[in-house]
């Protein structure tokens, strides 16, 4: 069995979520057992939706707080007739508001809010009591009550004081005591004293064996109580982010990043590395041998994969730019805007199409119009984008940190050649200098404008200069080694 341990997971899931999402489709495909372990507590959600949503399996998934006790990863059936059984006949009121409902006990200051799953279902998620004005608990369900938070005023506010957490039949499994934010686990044969002894009970209760493999995405607050309890299975840390500051390193010191410090520290326990990308294998390795005197094993393995290359079935549109991400500041799509507003002044039939949502969206909306360029510059939105690639001639990236790029990856498997900064890690990745692209020089004291500039000046190359359809062939060429057939059989390699 293959155990993925992380934090959290939400609707807006980070790369890292992805990235296991991704792993999960191979490890299927290649008959590899896996549970994916996820350590925190979620309340305003129920883990399945979130879990179901990016593409995960219910028999693949392994909450920590369920993990003790009989309750199955489900989604959340039980209904509001199922409340209204447990209520006594009659004698309250029922109003529903949206994804609210509310019961209110006649003749009292008592009252029950319900949180329903979505504005039109009756499937609720938890049930909030008040009970003389006071809230006393929540109740959280799926196909049944999970477990329940109890609270008493304290300082003028609802202070939650315990958390029970139940099996299928009602029984208590255990309990969670919270004292000012210290919390215990109280077992009938077992005393924790905290969530890091929890998760080292939950691991020791996996009774790992040798032919059993850990991977660790996250580490934070549980890296030491995995690695105290995986006995003689194999474990394995993924490396998700730059795994350390350029700023703070010098030729006899580095400073990793926190996310990772500890564990690279416990190298002599940890089987293997795994990266998104061979450059970043290549640095980690140096560095590793460099600043201490270590040398263990690194693999590459992509975060994603192409089922296969997109060819387009008419002629690519002319002089077409494209680019997808979130819309946010890190991103500088504003910066791509500008340049193609520039570079538009050399090349009248310049066009981009900008897709994906975010908190930048307005300001971008703002800054195209600023720019009168409604008409060749347009925000797509969110859309699925496996058939969009290679309708264009130019993927064009304003990022100046790209961990691996699943939106790279999927551009040159739409054979598109990619402007971006020559920046750690997706970038290098995914671009031959002149070949399917060009990487422009960046440093810390280059300006927006300097950066804008450059990026007007490759444009301009790319569209007058280049031989696009070698361009488009070498991406291509470089796409193929993303197929999922290339990246199942590194799994393979690495699981045995």
């Not at 608990?137 to 799926?142: A, H, S, V």
Request: proline share 2%; aromatic share 14%.
């Amino acid at each position: 069995m293959i155990y993925n341990f992380n934090l959290g997971i939400g609707w807006a899931s980070s790369g890292v979520e992805y990235a296991q999402s991704y792993r999960a489709v191979m490890l299927r495909n290649i008959g590899a057992d896996a549970k994916f372990i996820f350590t925190d507590m979620f309340v305003s959600e129920n883990i399945e939706h979130m879990t179901k949503n990016i593409g995960f399996l219910d028999s693949e998934i392994i909450w920590l707080y369920t993990f003790f006790t009989d309750q199955k990863i489900a989604p959340v059936s039980y209904t509001l007739d199922d409340l209204r059984e447990t209520l006594c006949a009659g004698g309250y009121t029922y109003t529903r508001n949206g994804k609210t409902g509310r019961i209110v006990f006649q003749g009292t200051n008592d009252f029950y809010t319900v949180y329903f799953t979505d504005e039109k279902s009756d499937r609720v998620h938890r049930v909030e009591i008040v009970s003389d004005g006071l809230l006393i608990r929540k109740d959280y369900f799926t196909y049944g009550r999970v477990f329940s938070e109890y609270y008493a005023p304290l300082d003028k506010k609802a202070h939650m004081y315990l958390r029970r957490f139940f099996n299928e039949d009602g029984t208590v499994a255990y309990e969670e005591i919270n004292d000012d934010g210290k919390v215990m686990y109280q077992f009938p044969d077992q005393f924790f004293c905290s969530k890091e002894e929890l998760v080292g009970y939950m691991v020791s209760r996996l009774n790992l064996k040798k032919e059993d493999t850990v991977l660790i995405d996250r580490t934070t607050g549980i890296g030491q109580a995995i690695l105290m309890h995986a006995g003689e299975a194999r474990v394995g840390m993924i490396i998700h982010a730059d795994h350390f500051s350029e700023g703070g390193t010098g030729e006899d010191y580095i400073l990793w990043n926190n996310y990772y410090e500890y564990s690279f520290a416990m190298n002599k326990h940890v089987d293997f590395y795994i990266t998104a990308t061979d450059h970043q294998n290549v640095l980690l390795k140096e560095q590793f041998l460099k600043y201490m005197d270590a040398a263990p094993a690194v693999y590459t393995i992509p975060v994603g994969s192409l089922d296969e290359l997109k060819y387009p079935t008419v002629n690519r549109t002319p002089y077409s730019v494209v680019t997808a991400s979130r819309l946010a500041s890190e991103k500088h799509i504003d910066w791509i805007i500008e340049a193609v507003v520039k570079a538009r002044e050399t090349i009248p039939q310049l066009s981009m199409d900008i897709y994906g949502k975010g908190g930048e969206e307005q300001k971008l909306r703002e800054l195209i119009k600023k720019r009168g360029a409604e008409n060749y510059i347009i925000l797509r939105g969110q859309q699925n984008l496996k058939e969009v690639y290679q309708d264009y001639e130019l993927y064009l990236s304003g990022s100046t940190s790209e961990g691996f790029g699943l939106t790279l990856m999927e551009a040159v498997g739409g054979g598109l050649p990619i402007i971006g900064f020559d920046v750690r890690y997706g970038n290098p990745t995914f671009i031959d200098e002149g070949k399917n692209g060009y990487l422009i020089p960046v440093d810390e004291h280059m300006t927006a404008n300097e950066k804008i500039d450059a990026l007007t000046d490759r444009l301009i190359q790319l569209f007058t200069e280049a031989d696009l359809d070698s361009f488009h062939e070498h991406s291509y060429e470089k796409a193929r080694r993303f197929l999922t057939k290339e990246v199942e059989l590194r799994w393979k390699h690495i699981m045995g």
